[in-house]
């Protein structure tokens, strides 16, 4: 079974900073490309940042030049480093990865669980 967990989301004041972290789990042969999504309430879910295997990135462009997405490929974790945060910033920040699961040749999606992040003005 593979889990993706996030941590790392809470209340900040504006022009504030967090760290979201997402860790994979479970048998997992290979991990292609991971990112993080945020849905406000009333709103779709949206993409944020993603970065491939090989570390390529790309965000959305509400958020560069302020937010920074890394990865770990060794631990199966992927960071995103939001800085200089604004309330409309405020949403449940889901991590999702395409992966591969042992025994497996097929690329699947999979979804956190989501990790509040609230920017006060």
């Known amino acids: 079974q593979v889990q993706l967990v996030e941590s790392g989301g809470g209340l900040v004041q504006a022009g504030g900073s967090l760290r979201l972290s997402c860790a994979a789990s479970?048998?997992?042969?290979?991990?292609?490309?991971m990112g993080w999504y945020r849905q406000a309430p009333g709103k779709q879910r949206d993409l944020v940042a993603r970065i491939t295997s090989g570390g390529s990135t790309n965000y959305a462009d509400s958020v560069k030049g302020r937010f920074t997405i890394s990865r770990d490929n060794a631990k199966k974790l992927v960071y995103l480093q939001m800085d200089s945060l604004k309330p409309e910033d405020t949403a449940v920040y889901y991590c999702?990865?395409?992966?591969?699961?042992?025994?497996?040749?097929?690329?699947?999606?999979?979804w956190g669980q989501g990790t509040q992040v609230t920017v006060s003005s």
């Open positions: 999702n990865a395409d992966l591969i699961r042992a025994g497996s040749f097929t690329v699947r999606n999979y």
């Open positions: 479970g048998s997992i042969s290979s991990i292609i490309n």
